[in-house]
């Protein structure tokens, strides 16, 4: 049922990964882990089209959700780093047209950060209009910011990827897609798309609904502002969406990437170790740093759970999300996918799967990530 392999002392994780298969009922999946830059830890196993009885293979690509405001994140510190981006100057100075309706003091920080009062999109849309970067970007541009107070800091689950793929081509001229292909996916050998390419679709896995997490078509709810959040990808019938063609074309970068858990980890192996990875240097270890710095902490308004950012990316709370170091820092993706890095034991890993579920905490990551921490400890961490 699985494959891969382990190195020397790592073996209990690939008992957990097993474990997750005849105990939690895993459909498909996969999990790596680097370890000081050497890859420890690379499984697979399970289904990756339940429909045609097609098995995960080592290549197989799976859609990782909001894991890809990680790679967004980067995108947008390298281009700090060359100085084309300032975190604290008003996103308006790249972008003239976000000016408009009370938003010309907004930062770019406030955007990354999630705290730029834009959660959600005010003007009724439709799939089309969703997978189109500047139909997107223009309605956000022309919105007034959310005047209630929880909107202060609330999890911009789509309009990040809007906000900030216009960023990036404010500044440089290519989507966010583009960017991340050119400067981190091929200098250090990822297979990570944002917007997969047409030749790859047939190696992507068909991603499923668990049990209670879809939602129905339009909140029931007198809440504006969980109205306003409302997430059209997370409704009945948004696994057609999910798994089409258009979506997998669009490269949303907020919730669009395609990727193998060993090429996730491989990412956070890279920043982990300062930016560099086999004589690779995507990044300044200043940048990556500055990255995992703490920009706000608080409590979700609309979920009463603990939430914490730098700059793009998420980081650890006591929900412990990302495994039990405290330092630990990357993106998790809806319905249970986990990648992310320990600074202290420079680990990166990754955890993706084809069956999303609503469990909070899911059993299969949490069990995975308390494996490998365990296995790595004795090691010096």
């Excluded at 499984?43 to 429909?51: E, H, K, M, R």
């Excluded at 109205?227 to 074309?249: D, E, M, Q, Y």
Aim: proline share 7%.
């Amino acid at each position: 049922m699985t494959d891969g392999h382990v190195s020397a002392g790592f073996e209990q994780v690939a008992e957990a990964f097993e474990r997750n298969f005849t105990e939690h009922r895993e459909v498909g999946a996969a999990f790596a882990a680097y370890h000081r830059g050497r890859l420890v830890v690379d499984l697979w196993g399970g289904v990756a089209d339940p429909t045609t009885g097609r098995p995960w293979h080592a290549d197989t690509l799976q859609l990782i959700f909001s894991g890809t405001k990680g790679l967004t994140a980067a995108c947008i510190l390298l281009l700090v780093e060359r100085g084309q981006l300032d975190l604290d100057a008003p996103a308006a100075g790249y972008w003239p047209e976000f000016a408009t309706a009370g938003k010309a003091a907004i930062t770019v920080a406030d955007i990354v950060s999630h705290q730029c009062r834009l959660p959600g999109v005010r003007e009724p849309v439709t799939t089309d209009d969703l997978l189109d970067q500047k139909t997107m970007a223009t309605l956000l541009a022309a919105q007034a910011p959310e005047t209630d107070p929880r909107a202060a800091f609330i999890y911009h689950a789509l309009t990040y990827g809007w906000l900030t793929d216009e960023l990036v081509r404010r500044v440089d001229g290519r989507s966010v897609g583009a960017f991340f292909a050119d400067e981190f996916a091929r200098p250090l050998g990822l297979d990570i798309w944002i917007g997969l390419p047409d030749q790859h679709h047939g190696r992507a896995s068909t991603m499923l609904a668990g049990p209670g997490l879809l939602l129905d078509p339009r909140p029931d709810s007198t809440d504006p502002l969980r109205v306003l959040t409302h997430n059209p990808l997370v409704v009945r019938g948004a696994p057609a969406i999910w798994n089409s063609a258009a979506f997998r074309r669009a490269g949303l970068a907020a919730v669009g990437a395609f990727a193998t858990a060993r090429s996730m980890a491989r990412f956070y192996a890279c920043l982990v170790a300062g930016g560099e990875l086999d004589g690779v240097r995507v990044l300044a270890a200043a940048t990556v740093d500055r990255g995992r710095r703490l920009l706000r902490r608080g409590t979700s308004p609309l979920w009463g759970s603990p939430m914490a950012y730098g700059a793009g990316f998420e980081l650890n709370t006591e929900l412990e999300i990302f495994g039990p170091p405290g330092d630990a820092f990357g993106h998790a993706g809806a319905g249970g996918s986990r990648h992310g890095a320990w600074p202290t034991g420079r680990i990166g890993f990754s955890y993706a799967m084809n069956e999303a579920r609503a469990a909070l905490p899911d059993p299969r990551p949490r069990a995975l990530l308390a494996a490998l921490h365990s296995a790595a400890e004795p090691m010096g961490r």
